[in-house]
């Protein structure tokens, strides 16, 4: 009998394989079936409405729940607020659940509130709704949080991964790999050195920096679980075009390259927080960067590649020897329980 697994959970080949042959194919509607980081809800098809929103959720049960730069609140503020902003929207309100282990201290369940709000408020949006639940001891794991959030598409905004377009220029805001292997240090006690820590930080400003210099950007994403490599593979899949990378340009700070080295990590795959991957016009690309480079959350911004045709939707890296491999979707779990 087939089972449910943790690579199932990896945001890799098995998980879009049960999103897309299980869930979609139960669900299927057009908001759906795009598969982007919200789903884009037009009003003007309910009576007396206009416009349009973002409308997103996530469930957090990232292990440990303290990690260096940050908990598992603020990850789940961040990243729903991150998702409404891939689609270009305006992140406005949030619903935060928890699910509590019996047992759970207080003072850390306090803590972890109290970073919700201090993430919200750097947010700038509100969290209005939510839930609680307590179960047994052993029914899970020290807390796990849901967020889902709303937000207002601006006019003539319109993101997806499937605007991808050939020439387009790919843009990567900072460097990788940093959530991944602070929350592997953590969790194993490794003692690495270099102040690993995660990244994690709202990109809706960062965003709203990017759209007010250009209306040619084409396709937000955040390259979470599955890393920059598996979000460019999705973008390839849902645009039907090709991607080339150069892995001379693609940002990594040199005490996280080190540690994915010792550990046998590949940093193209280690998952990200707080980073956003753009496509964006070739004839826009250079004021696009210059208006990332002034943003805190931007400030080492890239131009890692382009947008190629390719019938078979690749992902193709230009490697620091001179060389060309496939990048592929990842397969399993690197690294579970990472968000």
Same mark, same amino acid.
Do not use: W
């Given at each position: 009998m087939e089972k449910i697994t943790m690579d199932h959970g990896s945001g890799g080949k098995l998980s879009h394989k049960l999103i897309k042959e299980v869930v979609v194919k139960a669900f299927s509607n057009p908001s759906l079936n795009k598969l982007d980081d919200s789903a884009i809800l037009n009003l003007?098809?309910?009576?007396?409405?206009?416009?349009?929103?973002?409308?997103?959720?996530?469930?957090?049960?990232?292990? %440990?729940?303290?990690? %260096?730069?940050?908990?598992?609140?603020?990850?789940?503020?961040?990243?729903?607020?991150?998702?409404?902003?891939?689609?270009g929207a305006i992140p406005l309100y949030l619903s935060?659940?928890?699910?509590?282990?019996?047992?759970?201290?207080?003072?850390?369940?306090?803590?972890?509130?109290?970073?919700?709000?201090?993430?919200?408020?750097?947010?700038?949006?509100?969290?209005?709704?939510?839930?609680?639940?307590v179960v047994e001891k052993g029914a899970a794991d020290k807390m796990f949080v849901n967020t889902s959030g709303i937000g207002i598409v601006p006019k003539?905004?319109?993101?997806?991964?499937?605007?991808?377009?050939?020439?387009?220029?790919?843009?990567?805001?900072?460097?990788?790999?940093?959530?991944?292997?602070?929350i592997i240090n953590e969790r194993n006690n490794l003692k690495l050195k270099g102040n690993?820590?995660?990244?994690?930080? %709202?990109?809706?400003?960062l965003v709203k920096k990017m759209l007010g210099v250009s209306k040619n950007i084409h396709c937000l994403r955040d390259p979470t679980r599955g890393g920059l490599a598996t979000t460019l593979n999705e973008i390839a899949e849902s645009s039907g075009k090709g991607i080339e990378?150069?892995?001379?340009?693609? %940002?990594?700070?040199?005490?996280?390259?080190s540690s994915c080295e010792m550990l046998g990590f590949d940093p193209l795959y280690v998952a990200n927080e707080g980073k956003?991957?753009?496509?964006?016009?070739?004839?826009?690309?250079?004021?696009?960067?210059?208006?990332?480079?002034?943003?805190?959350?931007?400030?080492?911004?890239?131009?890692?590649?382009?947008?190629?045709?390719?019938?078979?939707?690749?992902?193709?890296?230009?490697?620091?020897?001179?060389?060309?491999?496939?990048?592929?979707m990842m397969t399993g779990e690197q690294l579970p329980r990472i968000c």
């Open positions: 003007s098809n309910l009576g007396g409405c206009t416009g349009r929103i973002a409308f997103t959720t996530d469930s957090y049960v990232v292990n %440990p729940i303290f990690f %260096p730069g940050g908990d598992i609140g603020m990850l789940a503020v961040n990243g729903t607020v991150n998702d409404l902003s891939m689609m935060a659940s928890c699910i509590v282990e019996e047992g759970f201290p207080m003072p850390d369940f306090k803590k972890i509130i109290q970073s919700m709000k201090k993430a919200s408020q750097q947010a700038g949006v509100y969290i209005v709704t939510g839930d609680l639940k003539g905004v319109n993101l997806s991964a499937h605007n991808a377009r050939r020439s387009d220029v790919i843009i990567l805001s900072g460097s990788i790999a940093d959530h991944g292997i602070a690993l820590k995660t990244d994690s930080q %709202p990109l809706n400003f990378i150069d892995e001379n340009r693609v %940002p990594i700070k040199k005490k996280v390259s956003l991957i753009a496509i964006v016009a070739e004839k826009d690309a250079k004021k696009v960067i210059l208006a990332m480079k002034s943003t805190k959350q931007g400030r080492n911004a890239a131009i890692i590649g382009k947008v190629v045709q390719d019938k078979e939707n690749k992902v193709i890296l230009k490697t620091s020897i001179g060389g060309r491999r496939i990048l592929d």
